[in-house]
């Protein structure tokens, strides 16, 4: 069996890491096929990023002579209103305006109602095993987050809720991510700002050539990186998250929500070959898995500010670092967990995790059984969501914030707790205290013990009607 640190697999040996098993065959991509992925990146998206600023330039430059408003800063409108000044502009408009032949709009909706029907259970493994492991492993990726100060401890917090708000605002509804939907919209945002980070991190080599090592890392955001990020976003839901929590999602299911993100890829730049079927989209995961994943100190220090992060989030969503310790350790096995220096929670924190895992597994049970309690579900979070995230105040228009600076890279950081002592204070149940665990981790701990009183009475009253049935039969 290989191991991944080991040299890479032969067709036909079987491969296990971090709890995930599968056998390598001439399907999967070599180590030759991915390598030249590195130095790739979205050049229509790059040039139409260039065009775009000298636009810019050249109406602040008329602003100023008539004495007018500035033109806006949003990199989108000025798109939309330019689109017909210049070939790579009409190019690049008419690109992401132009729905690929393959799109099939119900299998698409369908798609968008897994990530609410399993809400928890997704939004759970995309952090813990998502961000925890598989982003903070990809030494290309983070290399680029941690020059983006988005990662230090507090601003975390909001990268992440920016992130889920792209989320939420392309599975919302079908209308979302056709052309000129809000979904649709936030994806060619994301697509520039990540033109515009590539572009400034390599102005900054171009000065200091020691400021991000291209030749190991390849070109920042590149076709390579960019495959593995929507190779996480979607399959590994279903073969490296759900599933570890006890919900098997259906072939339907992952054939949908695989295609959503073909197209998310499209709109994002990003070849769709790799998810053009279950088959090819489950490969290049494992492919990934093999040939990128290897922790460095910088995964460390991405890992440390996470769980630094989210053990100081407002209460009531408040969630102890044992608890995101005993979740990553169970996900992501403790081979992983002991290289991100994360550390070994007692059995409480485990036993409440169990309470999430019991949790959403008989949630998915009825929801197959009931319909209507799907259907309910699906609706009630989709409206949460968009109503908590979307709408909310500090909503992003994937604006270029977090600049890239030399000199400045994000390191290992305690969260400065000033005002949230006196939060915490008041606002945890005299319970949570007691255990030493947030409210939310105090309610899966009930749920564990509820399901083990449920599981200990059937069993017992089983045995006794044995016992009866034997006796009466002389037994
Ligand atoms: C192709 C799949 C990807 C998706 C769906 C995606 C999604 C997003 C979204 C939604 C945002 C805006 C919210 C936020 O700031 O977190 C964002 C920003 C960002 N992404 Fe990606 N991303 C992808 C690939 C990548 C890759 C491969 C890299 C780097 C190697 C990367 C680096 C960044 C950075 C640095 C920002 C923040 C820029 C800033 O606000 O200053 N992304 N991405």
Redesign the pocket.
Known sequence: MASFSSCFPRIGEKVSSWGYSFTWTSDHLSKEEIEPLRQQYDTTAATALQRLQAIRIALVEESKAKGTSPPPNDLYVLLRDHRGDDDVLTEFWTEVNTVPAWVDWEQLARGQRFFYRYAIANMVGFALQGFVAENSAAP??I???V??G?FSTRMLLG??L??F???IQVTHCIDSIRPGGEGHI?SVR?RL??A??RQRILQLCQTRPEYFDTERFGV???IL??????ST?CCNPMWLQLPRFGIQPTPDEVRDYIALFRY??FL?G?PTSYFETVEKGKRTMESLLVHELRTTDTSRTVAFNFVECVTNLPTPFQISKAFIEAGSRWINGDELCDELELGKPGALAYLSFSGHCILVTVIAWLQWILPVLDDLLIRTFRALMYGGIVQRKSR?R??????PQTGKRTGKEAYYADDLAAVKGHLCSTLSRALGMGPFETFLFFVFVVAGGVVLSATVVFLRLCVMFMRDIGW
């Open positions: 290309g990726v290399e680029v987050l020059r983006t988005g990268r992440l920016e992130t708000q792209w989320l936030a994301v700002l990540h515009s980070v920042p955001v590149n990186d960019s495959v593995h990020s929507i976003f998310l890829a994002l990003t992003t994937f604006e270029f914030k977090y600049v």
